[in-house]
């Protein structure tokens, strides 16, 4: 499986990038405003555009000549983003001409030996689309007017953009079926001593200086005659204590990793109490829809007595409710303490996430459902779920047809998957409930 294809948009400050990319986040990703320079750093998020996955990364505005300090950071983000992209969307203002700026900066992306796709943005009618021909010059040969404000001509860029990078590999069959297990978390937890365990071999660098591990690193085994591949992170770290601009870029491959994994391990440190961080990098890998299990690692180093374990994830349940249905295993990388109950674990949660329901067993469950409880709206109108469905797996998503699917409380969608998951456990697994007119 290959990583979902990385799109750069670059430019000088104040064409519109920001705006483009929280236009295609549909909502606001990125600090926007007026004043030049805003966004400092590279900031990214996913797109699917006619089935296909992308990654767009938002840089701070290029100065090509600029020797501040300042933009020079940024210009190096810019470089670093440039760097890792597969197609190059260069930015220009579509209400001025071509400045020097504009021209340095489109002989830097047309050296990089990438594809490029040169944007005039502002562009909110026909007549200011006809004065692109002023950017020929930038010698791109593919350019396209929009409007990143109002959103024109954004579904034909998102087209061209597909056209570059591709249509998504064929989806894989049960013949040729594997699991992509990913082993994530903070530095220094024990991630890559993991790998090795599981390895029973050297196959990465172990050493206790946090960041090592700077690039993900995939490796295929065979457990009992199936195919596994094995995904070795760099740590996860927040934004403000990334140093340096490798690490920094480590963070995207991390996140890229998550994305092409079927099942995500996310390490926890037993020394340390649940943390902000840890409970971010959990609710990242549920919200993209990836079966997850909580290792607790060096568990072998904490002072315990009977209500150790119990309390820790009572602890961590209380932090982040949502973790009661993920399940928790506490190992001991360096002992190798219960990491032979790893595979199998890692196996069935995979397995979890490929089910199909038959329709009429979750029709029979909803009319169960229906005849204990049914919903209301505000002004007093019955809710009626008339029919259920499952649409997809990995992760498992079921649409519910009803008369006035807008108005749904909230607390009874959470009445609904709790009682979903008292039918039908899917441990280890996210699930996704869409509701609909009918």
């Known amino acids: 499986m290959k990583h979902n294809p990385i799109i750069a948009?670059?430019?000088?400050?104040?064409?519109?990038?920001?705006?483009?990319?929280?236009?295609l986040m549909k909502k606001r990703k990125a600090i926007v405003g007026s004043e030049e320079g805003i966004t400092r750093d590279r900031n990214y998020g996913h797109v699917e555009w006619v089935g296909r996955e992308m990654t767009f990364i938002d840089t701070g505005g290029y100065i090509p000549t600029d020797i501040d300090r300042f933009n020079s950071s940024v210009r190096k983000q810019a470089q670093l983003a440039v760097g890792e992209a597969d197609l190059i969307l260069f930015m220009v203002n579509g209400r001025e001409e071509p400045s020097s700026s504009d021209l340095a900066l489109a002989q830097f992306v047309r050296e990089s030996n990438k594809s490029v796709i040169l944007v005039v943005n502002k562009c909110d009618s026909l007549k200011?689309?006809?004065?692109?021909?002023?950017?020929?010059?930038l010698g791109i040969d593919q350019v396209l007017p929009i409007s990143a404000l109002t959103g024109r001509l954004l579904g034909d860029l998102l087209d061209t953009v597909v056209e570059h990078v591709g249509m998504p590999d064929p989806p894989v069959t049960e013949e040729d079926l594997s699991l992509r297990l990913a082993i994530v978390g903070m530095p220094n937890?024990?991630?890559?001593?993991l790998t090795n365990a599981l390895l029973q071999r050297e196959q990465t660098i172990v050493t206790p200086v946090p960041g090592t591990t700077?690039?993900?690193?995939?490796?295929?085994?065979?457990w009992y005659g199936k195919e596994i591949i094995l995904i070795d992170t760099a740590g996860l770290r927040k934004k403000s204590k990334?140093?340096?601009?490798?690490?920094?870029?480590s963070n995207i491959r991390t996140h890229q990793a998550i994305s092409r994994a079927d099942v995500v391990m996310v390490m926890i440190d037993a020394e340390k109490s649940f943390g902000r961080q840890d409970k971010s990098i959990a609710d990242y890998v549920i919200q993209n829809g990836k079966g997850l299990i909580l290792l607790i690692n060096k568990w072998d180093l904490v002072h315990k007595d009977s209500k150790t374990l119990d309390n820790f994830k009572k602890d961590m349940i209380s932090t982040f409710p949502a973790l009661q249905r993920y399940p928790m295993l506490f190992i001991s990388a360096l002992t190798k303490q219960r990491i032979s109950k790893i595979m199998d674990l890692a196996w069935n949660v995979f397995s979890n996430g490929k089910e199909k329901i038959k329709t009429k067993n979750l029709n029979n469950w909803m009319g169960k459902i229906n005849s204990q409880s049914q919903p209301v709206t505000k002004s007093g109108r019955l809710i009626r779920i008339k029919f259920v469905t499952q649409i997809h797996t990995q992760p498992p998503t079921f649409v519910f047809y009803c008369n006035y699917p807008k108005q749904i409380p909230v607390d009874y969608k959470r009445f609904l998957e709790n009682r979903f998951r008292e039918a039908y456990p899917f441990e280890g697994i996210p699930l996704r409930f869409s509701f609909r007119r009918k």
Do not use: A, C, H, M
């Open 9 to 23: 948009i670059v430019g000088k400050p104040n064409v519109g990038k920001s705006t483009l990319f929280n236009r």
């Open 128 to 137: 200011q689309d006809e004065q692109t021909f002023l950017y020929y010059e």
């Open 189 to 193: 937890v024990g991630k890559s001593s």
């Open 214 to 222: 700077r690039d993900s690193i995939d490796t295929s085994l065979r």
């Open 242 to 249: 990334l140093n340096d601009d490798i690490e920094y870029y």
